[in-house]
């Protein structure tokens, strides 16, 4: 069985943007497809801080075999 690797919001953002470049996707075409604007593509490729989790996440479902899921959470003792 694989061994499961956890995403930071910055991973997720830079595959992403690789993932839609290996399809030979432009930020305008995959915008199209996936019925955002392609300021929206570059946002959610290029600032990790920003809440655009579900559509790095639609992007790499897209442009890729893999399935994302999470988010995930964790609670430490204060």
């Given at each position: ?36 604007s ?41």
């Open positions: 069985m694989p061994q499961k690797r956890l995403l930071t919001e910055k991973d997720l953002a830079a595959l992403a943007k690789q993932l839609r470049k290996k399809a030979d996707k432009t930020r305008a075409e995959a915008g199209r497809e996936l019925g955002v392609h300021v929206s593509i570059h946002r959610a490729e290029e600032n990790p801080e920003e809440s655009l989790l579900r559509l790095r996440m639609r992007m790499v479902e897209t442009y890729s075999p893999f399935r994302v899921i999470g988010p995930v959470f964790y609670l430490e003792p204060k």
